[in-house]
């Protein structure tokens, strides 16, 4: 037993990859931070919001940070269908073109700088010129150009902002122009998604439809190997000289690997984090962050996410087609509870239906929220004819309020989707809940086949009002027969304008009217707690989730 | 025997054909197709039925199922997965490894510690060995493997940290995981050699062997245990076939990369190709383990072998 645990430890000094002859950086030996010099050792826990910006030793080149993934991506191609889970990888291997800082601005990254035409119909990117894929070969302006084409063709939902593109082309080795139909104000957070990471286009061509198996991009680690079902492994690309703007390490990164573990189970995964096993874990259960405050190894970090989960009416079915029932059943919902009792008070509550994270998002909206406000609720629907009925149950001409609640299986929808059932049931509406498996329940949704609607978006731009918003996408994603013509001008203003402050404004005037016709009640911001073992040193959190480890080192016990 | 053996191979491949074709069937039936997993979760009508046309899930299903049987038939070929466009053969060998690896280990586990226990509390019957057995077999049938396997590793893997909690790179990885499915199967081993082992006990032919004056060890293992295992042996093989399929409570939580988070994954993803070659692969350990449990039985019990033969 004794021999085990200490072959363990063993295994464990291994990945830690404290092994021996740390080599010194050959990248930034003489730019070690200046930070060195007040070290200390374990530091890194003082702010939890902001990124670490612990003093780090001297940046060795060694070790290892594993990090838990609960899905395994399909394919590692950034081009490839999305939401199978490899946008968390996909940051590591690809470069994108701009990068999108905390506050939604977008800032040089392979590109140095840009130029939008006056009538906003295209625009010029200049590209650093150092920049090598992991192959060897060249970034450069035809392989810019390459990758948008694939990108376009390959007809993805992540490749929706490229709608209006009209061409893109290489006007010198280092110049890049897109062309548009007409402006389009979505197409730089669509540049910076790992979606449109730039791909080698002579490792394309060379790999073919197993190009997604072994990626080739310029990011900071390149593909090493992927272990099927288990794990997907990257190393540092020695080459690496063009970070992005946090990071203040000019050079390659100081970690040996990044490892990717596919570790399916909530649980699982916290035992392997509490096991040394994984250095980075996503926690949503209120048990297990409870759970790992108590652990002096790690550090809990709430991320904000670009989501917003909301209950949805559609609006194309009776009685919901009617505003004033809509608005009644927004008003019979408490908010405060559901994020209490399904979420342990993690998460905030909402009022609009941008994602305060999104450009758009305005506090003042507030004022037109729709708040809990039972006797409203049901003053509301005696209005629009409705009568209990000897059981409580409120009906009209003889027709029992029964709704029915489609979901999709994912916690804590079960609990919200309970909570709902039961807030409704106090001013006398009867719920049906129907929860199904994601495909199942977004076929339904989208074919209509609900009175409510429990979802979430997780999107990086203030278009996710116009997806599921705007009159011209129902049937297919405006699940809820939702049609303003108002609302619709000012989403398509807002889809043309490439001025930030102004495009906010005509989110804003959306919204309000989009709040007062209540097709979705926003009921809370999801947040995501990243666990962390302190051992992990000098990460740097960026936006969309996306954790930066170009500088990031372990520390060894 | 050979004719036999024919016999059953002709009816397993009708078996595959009905089975690939209900597999057809229900994921056609089956709301939601893998365009929209390819095009996600917000695609416009006009992607999905774009990504629709160039995966051929526009035809009708009778074209879809007769390319399906021709690309098997003609060039043996299982197709590619539709999300990921890897050959679904390359997935399934590559899952399936993990899978009998895990599958195996916990036959062995449950075959030794299951015949061990069982004959002991046989041997022992009435006394407390036999009490403590069939109530630990009790509670190792009841245990769902979800808990059983949570506990497993909160007591091996970080309060003695003798045995990683996930992973599939060396032998230790297998040992929680194997434990947790041998679980049940030892349960059940033990009651039943316990039970087999009483009944033939007081057989008559036992008595007869006592009688002739062999020795205890000679009439357990030529009379007593050759008959019991008889049940055992046709235990085994549905046991066998029912690990082999994937064992996906187990696999996902110790992130074992199996066969049945594979398939799992795939019916989500509506990956036909991927769904339909797991299920024939399943299919076709089934009738092979059946085909081979017949003609153990036949080679161990001589009634078995004249009939059925």
Not at chain 1, 70 to 97: C, K, M, R, W
Request: aromatic share 8%.
């Amino acid at each position: 037993m004794r021999t085990m645990r200490v072959l363990t430890l063993l295994l464990l000094v291994a990945v830690a990859g404290c092994g021996p002859a740390a080599q010194t950086p050959p990248a930034a030996p003489t730019t070690a931070p200046a930070a060195a010099t007040e070290a200390a050792p374990v530091a890194g826990m003082t702010d939890r919001a902001a990124p670490t910006t612990a003093p780090a030793p001297l940046p060795v080149i060694g070790g290892t940070v594993t990090r838990a993934i609960t899905a395994e991506p399909t394919s590692l191609d950034p081009h490839a269908a999305p939401g199978s889970g490899q946008n968390v990888i996909l940051p590591y291997l690809f470069d994108t073109l701009v990068f999108r800082a905390m506050d939604n601005t977008y800032q040089p990254y392979l590109a140095t700088g840009w130029e939008i035409a006056p009538d906003g119909k295209s625009v010029t990117f200049t590209l650093r010129e150092d920049v090598t894929f992991h192959d060897g070969t060249p970034l450069n302006a035809g392989a810019v150009a390459f990758t948008f084409k694939r990108f376009k063709e390959a007809k993805t939902s992540a490749g929706e902002g490229l709608a209006s593109m009209t061409g893109v082309e290489a006007l010198d080795d280092y110049t890049v122009r897109f062309t548009f139909s007409e402006p389009s104000a979505v197409f730089f957070s669509t540049l910076a998604t790992p979606y449109a990471g730039i791909v080698s286009p002579a490792a394309v061509e060379a790999a073919g439809d197993a190009f997604g198996q072994q990626p080739v991009g310029s990011g900071p680690f390149k593909f090493a190997s992927w272990q099927q079902g288990t794990e997907v492994v990257l190393e540092r690309n020695p080459d690496y000289r063009w970070s992005p703007a946090p990071i203040t390490n000019p050079g390659a990164p100081y970690l040996e690997r990044v490892v990717f573990k596919v570790i399916p189970d909530a649980s699982t995964q916290l035992a392997a984090l509490q096991a040394d096993e994984v250095d980075l874990i996503f926690v949503n259960a209120p048990n297990h962050i409870e759970k790992l405050k108590a652990d002096p190894s790690v550090e809990l970090i709430e991320t904000r996410l670009n989501s917003l989960i909301y209950l949805g009416f559609n609006c194309a079915r009776a009685p919901l087609d009617e505003v004033q029932v809509r608005q009644a059943l927004a008003h019979a919902v408490n908010k405060e509870e559901i994020l209490m009792a399904a979420l342990g008070g993690t998460g905030q509550v909402a009022f609009a239906p941008m994602a305060p994270t999104l450009p758009g998002f305005d506090p003042s909206l507030r004022q037109y929220e729709l708040g809990y406000d039972p006797a409203r609720a049901s003053a509301l629907l005696s209005e629009a004819g409705f009568a209990p009925a000897a059981d409580g149950t409120l009906a009209r001409n003889g027709q029992p309020l029964n709704l029915t609640l489609l979901t999709f299986a994912r916690a804590p929808n079960e609990d919200v989707a309970t909570l709902l059932q039961s807030q409704l049931k106090a001013i006398g509406v009867n719920v049906t809940v129907q929860q199904y498996d994601t495909p199942t329940a977004a076929k339904a949704a989208t074919e209509g086949q609900y009175d409510l609607l429990l979802w979430r978006y997780d999107r990086n731009d203030a278009d996710v009002l116009n997806i599921n918003l705007h009159s011209s996408r129902i049937g297919s994603s405006n699940r809820f027969g939702y049609s303003n013509p108002q609302v619709d001008e000012l989403l398509d203003r807002a889809a043309r304008e490439l001025d930030e402050a102004a495009r906010a404004r005509y989110y804003v005037e959306a919204q309000k009217l989009i709040m007062a016709d209540a097709p979705w009640q926003p009921l809370y911001v999801p947040v995501d707690v990243l666990a962390i073992k302190k051992r992990v040193q000098n990460y740097h959190l960026a936006s969309m989730g996306r954790i930066l480890l170009n500088e990031a080192q372990v520390l060894t016990q | 025997m050979a004719g036999y053996v024919l016999r059953r191979l002709a009816g397993a491949l009708l078996m595959l054909l009905a089975v690939s074709l209900i597999v057809f069937i229900l994921l056609d039936v089956a709301p939601g197709d893998a365009a929209h997993t390819l095009a996600g979760d917000l695609a416009s009508q006009e992607q999905l039925a774009a990504v629709r046309h160039e995966l051929g899930l526009d035809q009708p299903l009778l074209v879809r199922y007769a390319r399906f049987v021709e690309g098997v038939v003609l060039r043996g070929d299982l197709g590619a997965s539709i999300v990921s466009g890897r050959p679904v053969a390359v997935l399934l060998v590559e899952r399936f490894g993990a899978t009998l690896k895990l599958a195996l280990a916990a036959l062995g586990l449950a075959l030794a510690v299951g015949l061990l226990l069982g004959t002991l509390a046989a041997v022992r019957a009435g006394g407390y060995l036999d009490l403590a057995v069939m109530a630990g077999a009790t509670l190792g049938e009841s245990l769902p493997s979800f808990w059983a396997a949570l506990l497993l590793i909160q007591v091996f893997a970080l309060q003695l940290g003798w045995l990683p909690v996930v992973g599939a790179g060396s032998p230790k990885h297998l040992v929680l995981p194997a434990v947790t499915l041998a679980l049940p199967a030892i349960a059940l081993l033990a009651r039943l050699a316990r039970s087999c082992l009483l009944d033939v006990r007081s057989a008559d032919f036992v008595r007869t062997a006592r009688a002739k004056g062999l020795g205890p060890l000679l009439v357990w293992r030529d009379h007593l245990f050759r008959n019991a295992i008889l049940p055992v042996i046709t235990i085994l093989g549905l046991y066998l076939g029912h690990v082999l399929g994937g064992a996906f409570i187990v696999e996902t939580i110790f992130a074992w990369p199996g066969l049945g988070r594979l398939v799992v994954q795939a019916i989500f993803d509506r990956d036909v190709p991927v769904v339909v070659g797991a299920v024939l692969l399943i299919a076709l350990i089934y009738q092979g383990l059946n085909l081979a449990v017949d003609l153990l039985h036949a080679l161990l019990d001589p009634r078995v072998g004249h009939e059925a033969l």
